[in-house]
Structures are given as structure tokens and as C-alpha cells.
């Protein structure tokens, strides 16, 4: 029997080679056609926190500062504090050389003192010497009006016992009214001292001296320069015996309990900007430290600011420890939008195909187009609100040239 198979075999042996050489191109055919699998990377959906930022840069600022000047051009007399030192409200801080402020002080009340004098006269109707004098007038007046009717009455009576004329009744009459005339005029002047343009010049002059006055009184006091409330002296540019120009700064003075971050944001972020977002500080000199704070005010204007159209928004922060201080430039983060617990892709993984967004979901090795529904975005990584579940493997990109197509075979390379 086995000889039979042997010759049956060898008899057809050509049929059974063909069978064999037709079977192995076909499955080499088979080989070389399928496309080899492509290597992508590859990350898992999972739930987590986004958050949707502006990130710009800012500057620190007192929020209750006081600056000292110079009033008048001066030296330096005494400086009593240094710079970074906490400060008491009330307490003495810097004397200013006060000598010719204080002259100027006392000619100044020299003068308000003649204008109230002069005022003080206006209102009695003149000085001592020149009331006594005109009282002494009306007095004599009174005594010479009084003897011209005591003359007229006793002419009057003789005339009708036919011992007086008439020309002497004439006489003592226009006697009479001299007499009274002369007092009416003193009587007046009494009343009526000075003229309305004498009291405007007088209450004018008081005046003038007043406001001198005061203005000397403010000098002595900004040249003794006290601290407004409690704070830190953070800058203090003189030195004892420098002589100063009027308007030259002194020291500065904050609490710094509490600062102001003012944060210049990109002309096309700031429509994302809404009071109350969250702000996060950070300063270089201080890399471990934030700040937080949230937006106060939405930029009402745009403004250069170097080479950039920017809009300001400000925030205060809490500065207990005092370790920001004013006039730093600062990072500023602000959180226009913070979502918990959602499903999150890295931003690469989302695509788009006529403005619809879409992931590559790898499913046995091989890619499936899914349409997703996206809510907020940040640098990174995309909140996916539909079409992909958690833990989907979706494909960010290959590690070769290949582009990625729906239906694509590939390998996932960690």
C-alpha cells in the first residue's frame, strides 16, 4: 500500500510542486500587500482638572503709599529711620533744615497781626488816638451848637421886647445852623469812618497775610516729615546734609500688609477677563512662593505699553510677611475658567474636519474616527464633554511621517 502512495506521489509529483509553489506566492502576495502597522503615541481619556488661564506679566504696587518731597529747596538735617524700617503712625521720620522757613513763618504772622489791627480799627472807626480826638470834635460841636440856639432863644425873646433887630436874629440863626452842621458832619464821620473801597483794601490785606500765614505754617511742617500711619519706609534716596530742590523726593512710605498687583493683559485676552477670576502671583526672586487674588476691575480701555496694546486689571493680595515689595515685576496667571473632575485629552490629540472636532480612538490596534463634543482648552490639554469615554486610548500622533487615517493599523509605542 505504501509502495502504491510512493508512486502515485511519484507519478504526480509536478501536480503536488505546482500546488505548493502556487499556495507560497499566494501567501507571500497576501504578506506584501498587508501595509505594516504604524507607530503612534498614545495616551489614556481621563478625568481630571482643566483650567483655562491667561498667563501675562504685572508689577507690584503700594496700595496705601505716602510720598515726602521737598517744599522748598533746603538740606537735609536729620535722618532719624532707615530704609526697610517699620514705621509708627505719627512718628518723626527725617528733620529738613527749617531755619528760613521759619522766618518767613514769623514775618508772615508779623503781617496777619498788623491786618488784624487794621481791621480791628476799620471796624471802631479808626485808631485810639483818632477816635479820642474825633470824640473831642463832637463834644466841642455839641457845646457850640448848643451856645448858637441858647444865643437865637435869647435874641428871639429881646426882639419881642423890641431890644434886638432883626439882622442880629439873622446872625445867631445862621449861627445855629453852622453849629449844627459842623456836628451833623463829625456825627457822620463817626458813623462812617472809611469808605467801602478802604474796608474791601483792609479785609483784603488780612486776608492775604492770612493765607501767607498758613502757607508758611504747611512748609514748617512738611520739613518735618511724619509717618501718616503705620508702614515700612521702602525707599529712602537722601543722606544727611544733602541739599535738596523743591520737589525732591524725601522717602516713601507703604503698608505692605496688603499690595495691588496691576497686570497688563494682551489686547485679545482681555475679553476673557471677568471680575472675580482668580489670580496666581509669582515673582522670580521668590521661585516657591504664589500669591492669589482675584480680578477687580475689567480693563475699560486699551493702552500701549511698550511694544504691546495691552489692558490693565488690578488685584490685591495678602502680603503679611512683607516679601513682596513695591515696584517688582511679577508673573501674573489669571483663571478665566476651572472645570473638576472632567474628561481631559492633550490638545494634540484633537483634530478637525470641517470645524468639527474629532480624536483617533485606538480600538484593536486600529484607528477610529470619533466625533467629540469639546467644552474649555487650555495650552495643553482640551475638556471633552461627548463622544469619547474614559479611559479610551486615543492616538496623539505617529512617530514616523505616516499621516493617520480612520481605519489605520498601528502599534503604540510608550
Known sequence: MADGNTSFVMRHRWIVTT?????????????MSREPAVPVRAVTAQLGTIRSIVSTNGKVEPLQNFEAHAPVATTVKKILIREGDHVKKGQLLVELND???RSQAAR????????DAGS???????????ILTLES????ARTDSDTAQRNLDALRRLRQEGAASPGEIKNAEDQVKRANA?????LEKQKKRYSQQEVARVDAQKTEAEAAYTAAEDVLKQLNIRAPFDGIVYSLPVQAGAYLNPGDMVLQEADLSKVRVRAFVDEPDVGRLAVGDKIEVTWDALPERTWEGTVSVVPAVIKLHGARNVGETTCVVDNKDFKLVPNVNVGVTIVTAEHRDVL????EAVRQDDSKPYVYEIVNNELQRRYV???????????????????????????NSKPLRNGLAVKVVR
Do not use: H, M
Open 19 to 31: 500546488v505548493a509553489i502556487v499556495a507560497a506566492v499566494i501567501l507571500l502576495a497576501s504578506f
Open 99 to 101: 531755619a528760613e522757613a
Open 108 to 115: 508772615a504772622q508779623a503781617q496777619v497781626l498788623s491786618a
Open 120 to 130: 480791628s480799627d476799620v471796624q471802631r472807626g479808626g485808631n485810639r488816638e483818632e
Open 137 to 140: 470834635q463832637i463834644t466841642k
Open 182 to 186: 459842623d456836628l451833623d458832619l463829625l
Open 344 to 347: 481631559t485629552v492633550p490638545r
Open 373 to 399: 463634543q469639546t467644552s474649555i482648552s487650555n495650552l495643553t490639554k482640551v475638556e471633552v464633554t461627548g463622544g469619547l469615554s474614559e479611559n479610551a486610548l486615543v492616538a496623539l500622533g505617529p512617530t
